[in-house]
T-cell receptor
Framework: AQKITQTQPGMFVQEKEAVTLDCTYD???????LFWYKQPSSGEMIFLIY??????QNATEGRYSLNFQKARKSANLVISASQLGDSAMYFC????????????FGTGTSLTVIP | DTGVSQDPRHKITKRGQNVTFRCDPI?????LYWYRQTLGQGPEFLTY????????KSRLLSDRFSAERPKGSFSTLEIQRTEQGDSAMYLC?????????????FGQGTRLTVV
């Protein structure tokens, strides 16, 4: 079974609008971490935001916030006030306590910001 | 230190040839990871090192693949007798530890094309 599922292959958003990128995960661990990475066309994976399984508050980093719903095993990324430079691939990833040395990645969502 | 660097950025090779990629992690990072990413997919874990010790290998890492990190600094990934299915982006990442909340910093990758 896939540990990370991203069901939106492609998304479009108008500049300055907000957009939500979906991510669901599958784990039997109680302790895990969830990450979002951005991958522009240059190829480098850029860390955006982290949410721990025991964190009670949703994580926020500037224009990025994570809508964490533990019971639903979802960790959606919200980008507010989209900018043209946000156009990229976005990957959700997870690290588990019992297999803590690797990141499991989803298949990604391609975001295009329209001027 | 400007981050994780990988060399070469692109490599075209004929089927059956051997190739070697290099990764220089962020200098104080003791963990180093190799991932493979094919078109339309997220990165897949190959192997990871803590200092010079290779602690985990994915079943994706066939006998034709070998990775080293001889002095706990840079790492090399060698693919012997390349096949067309090896064509992919090979990503290297490093981190300062294995905590659940520790993000990995990625290089820009080496894109391998086997013809």
């Amino acid at each position: 079974a896939q540990k990370i599922t991203q069901t939106q292959p492609g998304m479009f958003v108008q500049e300055k609008e907000a957009v939500t990128l979906d991510c669901t995960y599958d784990t039997s661990d109680q302790s895990y971490g969830l990450f979002w990475y951005k991958q522009p066309s240059s190829g480098e994976m850029i860390f955006l935001i982290y949410q721990g399984s025991y964190d009670e508050q949703n994580a926020t980093e500037g224009r990025y916030s994570l809508n964490f719903q533990k019971a639903r095993k979802s960790a959606n990324l919200v980008i507010s006030a989209s900018q043209l430079g946000d156009s990229a691939m976005y990957f959700c990833a997870m690290r588990e306590a019992n297999t803590g040395n690797q990141f499991y990645f989803g298949t990604g969502t391609s975001l295009t910001v329209i001027p | 230190d400007t981050g994780v660097s990988q060399d070469p950025r692109h490599k075209i090779t004929k089927r059956g040839q051997n190739v070697t990629f290099r990764c220089d992690p962020i200098s104080e990072h003791n963990r180093l990871y190799w991932y493979r990413q094919t078109l339309g997919q997220g990165p897949e874990f190959l192997t990871y090192f803590q200092n010079e010790a290779q602690l985990e290998k994915s079943r994706l890492l066939s006998d034709r693949f070998s990775a080293e990190r001889p002095k706990g600094s840079f790492s090399t990934l060698e693919i012997q007798r390349t096949e067309q299915g090896d064509s992919a982006m090979y990503l290297c990442a490093s981190s300062s530890g294995g905590g659940l909340n520790t993000e990995a910093f990625f290089g820009q990758g080496t894109r391998l094309t086997v013809v």
